[in-house]
């Protein structure tokens, strides 16, 4: 209990880089599923494509980010953070002001490449990577608070898209968010590590003067190990199905015979069970450490997919959206601190930027075989139990990676 007392103290002593990390983490949202998927059924129509089609223009780019993000993701170990994240919120509004200008599928894949390498890539990447390395005895509450920023974009931008669709065409939606994102995103997040004297605070140093005899490994002596591949499928699998989910979220709820409108207004259940989810997995690392949290995070994901594919009527809907945010929400704080518990902060970024890929490639895949699975009419209940399948496979690897010391 004692660090749970100091919670507030914590917070109003590093307020500044919390509210950095949780804006970064906000601002990743034009290139996060959540956002694309809102307008997927006005893109697949604009330039006539399947279910299929659609989601493999969008895998195909998500992993040429993952493969961009290999090479870019180290960079946040050797690059001040202040100046390294202004460039890479210029880029991000850059991106989301030339989406809004595609015009037929190949211009659409590099501009889903550009918000989505910047965006779900280096922007979450260098929120989260930056709050696990500054803190230890609070690392899981950093990340947690952090990450706040994730449903927060979950409850803003969705019901505010499907509003401004119903005036302006969705082309005209992309200009005005790197407008609002210039204005918020460049000149507030450098002022907030301006007093920062290391690049992810003092944290790292502080890390490695306290604990000399820990090893921190090299991103090549990780790709030795052996528990990294088999944790690799729970980094994976939520990554997989929520993006596959919300990503065909419109054909998905008019399969169901649901009401979209209706359906876009449970976001805001989505990002409140999010929080609550992230916050009780934040408390429960600083307490137990993430290694013990590991195998049961997908437990929330599997019952909400179930929910989804047996739920007769949409009542359903918003007990489906909190267990997969609370699913959500709860495994960022528990994956983010689980790399550095295993293998060090020296060579954090390097280490979480691999994570990442794997992350981003499971969300590549999660889009193309679903669609695929919905244009050879497989039925939502066949879906769910596959992916029902694949979380208990990922929490057993998982259970035995831990075990290995």
């Known amino acids: 209990m004692l660090r749970l007392r100091g919670t507030l103290p914590f917070v109003r002593q590093e307020w500044r880089f919390l509210l950095f990390g949780l804006l970064l ?6 290139g996060q599923t959540y956002v694309i998927s809102v307008i997927g059924g006005h ?25 961009m993000l290999w090479k870019a993701g180290p960079l946040v170990d050797r ?22 200008f595609i015009q037929g599928p190949v211009t659409l894949f590099f501009g889903i490449i550009a918000v989505r390498f910047m965006g779900q890539g280096m922007m979450t990447h260098i929120a989260l990577t930056s709050m696990a390395r500054r803190y230890e005895a609070e690392r899981g509450r950093a990340v947690a608070i952090a990450a ?23 082309r005209l939606i992309w200009p005005a968010m790197a407008v609002l994102a210039a204005f918020t995103l460049l000149p507030v997040a450098p002022l907030l590590i301006r007093h920062t004297s290391h690049q992810d605070g003092a944290g790292a ?14 991103r090549a002596e990780m790709l030795r190990d052996k528990r990294f591949y088999l944790l690799m499928p729970t980094a994976m699998a939520p990554a997989a199905i929520i993006t596959g989910l919300f990503f065909h979220q419109v ?54 997919i179930l929910i989804f594919a047996y739920a007769p009527t949409q009542i359903f809907a ?66 769910a139990i596959v992916s029902v399948v694949i979380v208990i496979i990922s929490a057993l690897l998982a259970k035995i990676a831990l075990r290995s010391r």
Not at 52 to 59: A, D, K
Not at 205 to 218: G, I, M, N, P, S
Not at 345 to 373: D, Y
């Open 25 to 30: 983490a906000f601002w990743s949202g034009p």
């Open 43 to 67: 893109i697949r129509a604009d330039f006539d494509l399947t279910n299929g089609e659609f989601g493999t223009i969008y895998t195909v780019a998500t992993l040429v980010c993952a493969a």
């Open 79 to 100: 690059l001040p953070l202040k100046s390294f994240v202004l460039k890479v919120g210029v880029l991000m509004v850059a991106a989301t002001m030339a989406f809004g």
């Open 148 to 170: 706040l920023g994730f449903p927060l974009g979950e409850a803003l931008f969705p019901p505010l898209i499907v509003l401004a669709l119903g005036f302006v065409d969705w």
């Open 205 to 218: 140093a502080v890390l490695r003067a306290a604990d000399e005899d820990a090893k921190h490994w090299t």
């Open 251 to 304: 054909y998905f709820i008019g399969l169901k015979g649901w009401s979209f409108e209706v359906w876009s207004l449970s976001f805001a259940i989505f990002a409140l069970a999010s929080l609550i989810g992230g916050v009780a997995s934040g408390f429960l690392v600083d307490l137990f450490r993430a290694r013990r949290l590991v195998p049961f995070i997908l437990i929330p994901l599997s019952v909400g």
């Open 318 to 383: 918003v007990v489906v959206m909190f267990c997969l945010g609370f699913g959500a929400g709860g495994t960022n704080p528990v994956l983010s601190s689980l790399w550095p518990e295993i293998y060090g902060t020296q060579h954090l970024g390097a280490i979480r930027s691999v994570a990442t890929v794997v992350m981003v490639f499971g969300s590549a895949l999660g889009p193309v075989f679903m669609g695929l699975a919905l244009d050879a009419s497989l039925s939502i209940e066949f879906i």
